[in-house]
């Protein structure tokens, strides 16, 4: 019984890593067609989405099955529910390299606007935080996940930089508030996009030592 | 032992309940604030969230005592996987709720757009669709919750036309961009809410009916 369960979680991890790994490979297409103004890659983005659907349906039924037929406790408990979390994080992390991947695709066939905007930055760092959010889960690895709650302050603050720039760039060029608009919005699903491996991250820790740390100061957390 | 899992399955009932009419109360109060301009009404929403959040911790952990101790199946298991879920996404809805008073404190301190924008049909919408998704989780109303899901492309359609409304007097308005912004996103936080009660109106389908509705298109749902 023990080892058909040990077999199953191994199967699950499997495949939310799949899932992450398709979500990473969507968030990287719908930064580089952002900033390379690719509407064929944009497009690209847009029509894999559905596929991730179908597999987050299938992780969920499957957290469900081992829940229903195997009734984990302890640890293998927190797993399952740590990874049914952390895929319907995966799924809205999808949608918003989706929705980035629109604007894309809107921009790319408008003129571009003359104001330096760092999107690769913000991008690497989400990505970052991305790819680490998933390795922690991988390697049940704590310190990591913390690393990736520490990461999502200075996202927030190239976000609010961005903001900055878009909105002074509206006041002097108003033949120009779609597009600004469009950026405007992929910058704050960037910043979502780091929320969300936040998320994964405190998922991890909790499924690591059993602890809720969402909602407390990351200090805090960190003594804890 | 099935007795005890009962009480605790009505306790977690209870308890997202009461979860559920704070949020209620935090949207109604975010949208009177925005609407009257009212900055007392706002911090008093914001100041209400760090409860909230307690609260979800609270409900998440009761959830996990349930599966760990009890091993329910079947229609049990559903249930409590689904105020898993719901608790989730009210916390998320708390969020956005406590977003739009921030963007109503400011706004209240600057001047007024002279442009009709109908906050007040597109809250009032996204606040029945809330109030029915707890009314389904309550009574166990797959109809209910269907009719749900079919309000949200309204809501999505009120959206766009507010952003349509903004992008419009922003052009014109050079002077008045934060404004506009601050509104831009009062119109997106409510529409995510409204996404917020659809996805809670999509669990309790699948904790009523077993079966996982989401990204279905919305006639092929109804059919089964």
Redesign the interface.
Known sequence: MTTHLQREIEGLKKRILHMGARVEDAVRGAVASLVGRDSQLAEDVIARD?KM??I??EI??EC?KI??LH?P??VD??YV?AV??IN?DLERIGDLAVNIAERAAYLASHPGLEVPLDYEGMAELTQLMLKRSLDSLVNTDAELARQVRASDDEVDAMNRQM?RIL?EY???H??Q??ES?HL?SASRHLERIADGATNIAEDVIYMVEGE?V??QPEDFAQQQ
Chains 1, 2 share one sequence.
């Open positions: 559905e659907d179908e987050e349906v969920e039924e469900l829940l229903a009734q406790v302890a408990l927190r529910i049914l979390k319907n903001y909105e509206m006041a002097q108003s033949d508030i779609p608009l405007l809720i969402r909602h």
